[in-house]
């Protein structure tokens, strides 16, 4: 008895086989990437919007808890939804309550994008052909909103606030005047009102100069052709811990590129 044997075709498994192992691997590599870039910008979303929340309770809503319809609540929401996530702006939730073991005026912040809460889930590309239509992440982050009076990471530069300007010229602060051996005021006179407990006086203050850029540049009060001006400072010997202060080129150096060892208040 005669076998006819033939092998056409037989490339075809393989070629499905093949398919199958590269769909599975695309998915793996471009879904998955799209999951780990979104997981990242919900997370960014997330910080700010924890850390805007805080900032707001601190210095525009200091009502415990916050009105949840309030300055905090809509700072909180706004730098969040500010952060899109694949293109996209997320679901974002706003609570006060502070994790276990901590206490205090907090502000958390959890950002969907996984169906949850009427969230739009993230696409898949490629994981279509595997009937896999969508994919989720979610994050969250909590801030803490305390007092605090000291740093170790001050600059060691002396820098005018901002003052009310009543004299020519515009870029000077004008208030007093040397007359032979006596300083007078001048009239009118540029006037600086410093902060207290019941006012932001006149100096920079937040939200009107947030991200105001300063150009520093170097000055001499004790000068009588270098007025004090915008951006003008002096350089600041730094608390050492030892109840004195750090002085040299070396240490203001020092102070400039890194955080100093001993906190300054």
């Not at 206490?103 to 279509?128: K, M, Y």
């Not at 994050?139 to 606030?161: H, L, V, Y």
Request: glycine share 10%; proline share 7%.
């Amino acid at each position: 008895m005669k076998r006819h044997t033939s092998e056409s075709g037989a490339v075809l498994v393989q070629v499905a086989i093949a398919i199958l192992v590269l769909t599975a691997l695309s998915t793996f590599v471009i879904d998955h990437g799209v999951m780990w870039v979104s997981r990242a910008q919900a997370q960014n979303a997330a910080d700010s919007g924890a850390l805007a929340g805080a900032t707001a309770r601190s210095f525009d809503e200091t009502a415990d808890p916050p009105a949840n319809n309030g300055k905090a609540f809509f700072s909180a929401q706004g730098a969040a939804l500010a952060n899109t996530v694949w293109n996209a702006a997320p679901t974002v939730q706003v609570s006060w309550a502070c994790p276990t073991g901590v206490a205090g005026a907090c502000a958390r912040v959890d950002v969907f994008r996984n169906g949850e809460f009427g969230s739009t889930p993230l696409p898949t590309i490629f994981g279509r052909l595997l009937n896999i239509s969508s994919q989720g992440i979610k994050a969250t982050a909590t801030a803490r909103s305390i007092a605090g009076n000291a740093t170790n990471c001050m600059r060691p530069f002396a820098i005018p606030d901002k003052w009310i300007e009543r004299r020519a010229p515009a870029d000077q602060y004008q208030r007093w005047q040397k007359v032979g051996n006596t300083v007078v005021q001048l009239d009118p006179y540029d006037e600086y009102d410093p902060p207290s407990a019941n006012s932001a006086g006149s100096g920079y203050r937040l939200p009107d100069d947030f991200g105001t850029q300063v150009t520093l540049k170097d000055g001499n009060p004790n000068s009588n052709n270098d007025a004090i001006t915008p951006g003008w400072f002096l350089p600041v010997d730094l608390p050492n811990g030892n109840g004195g202060y750090t002085s040299g080129g070396s240490n203001f150096r020092a102070a400039i590129g890194t955080c100093r060892p001993r906190p300054a208040t």
